[in-house]
């Protein structure tokens, strides 16, 4: 489902660095969500937003900031990368006059490694 | 906060044969139960959906079924084929922020 971009979609950086992970979507959706997955363990929710002006914390946003730019746009921040955030991470979206705040597109994922 | 088990983490059928995948969650007042498919290195996708106010649905080959008094939901696919074999994973939405929270993941393996 390409209407749900993610940039970039590997990335392998160095502790202490500042890493962005960028969404987009053309689906006009109102909600957008960051989730992190582990082998083993699932996805777990980082951020959500419900429009531009709605930051939501999920369940492990410690470590993490997010940015809605726009209605098409939600990028994801990690101030200080530790090697504990290595980690898929995805982006999905969901319409809010159909599947209320449930994320239902999902972007490719972003690998990122760090080390 | 809301939990979600779900059993087995793995399963191996062979292609033609029915498969369960079971869910229990902790939060009685939760209401939305979705089922997703994630093929190895893809995103999930959304592939079935239950509200609290439905005991069973139905798609094609797979079908899920809720218990809330139990407090249990289940995944059901029948005559399974091998582009079947993915990574599903159930979810519940708690009443408390509206966030939904994923199961652990169940890896069906169909074999031709």
């Known amino acids: 489902d390409a209407d749900v971009t993610q940039t970039p979609r590997n990335r392998i950086t160095k502790t202490g660095k500042r890493i962005m992970l960028e969404c987009s979507q053309t689906?006009?959706?109102?909600?957008m969500y960051w989730y992190r997955q582990d082998p083993g363990l699932g996805l777990q929710l980082i951020y959500y937003?419900?429009?531009?002006?709605?930051?939501n914390k999920g369940e492990i946003s410690d470590g993490y900031s997010v940015s809605r730019q726009a209605q098409a746009k939600f990028s994801l921040s990690l101030e200080s990368a530790i090697p504990n955030q290595t980690a898929l991470y995805f982006c999905?979206?969901?319409?809010?006059?159909?599947?209320?705040?449930?994320?239902?597109?999902f972007g490719d994922g972003t690998r990122l490694s760090i080390l | 906060g809301e939990n979600v088990e779900q059993h087995p983490s793995t399963l191996s059928v062979q292609e033609g044969d029915s498969a369960v995948i079971k869910c229990t969650y902790s939060?009685?007042?939760?209401?939305?139960f979705p089922w997703y498919k994630q093929e190895l290195g893809k995103r999930p996708q959304l592939i079935i959906d239950?509200?609290?106010?439905?005991g069973e649905k139905k798609d094609q080959r797979i079908a899920v079924t809720l218990n809330k008094t139990a407090k249990h939901f289940s995944l059901h696919i029948t005559e399974t084929q091998p582009e079947d074999s993915a990574v599903y994973f159930c979810?519940?939405?708690?009443?408390?922020?509206?966030?939904?929270?994923f199961g652990t993941g169940t890896r069906l393996l169909v074999s031709p």
């Open positions: 999905a979206t969901s319409d809010l006059r159909y599947r209320g705040n449930q994320p239902q597109h």
């Open positions: 937003s419900f429009d531009v002006k709605d930051i």
């Open positions: 239950i509200r609290s106010n439905v």
């Open positions: 939060d009685s007042a939760s209401n939305y």
């Open positions: 689906k006009g959706h109102d909600r």
């Open positions: 979810a519940a939405v708690p009443t408390s922020g509206q966030k939904l929270v």
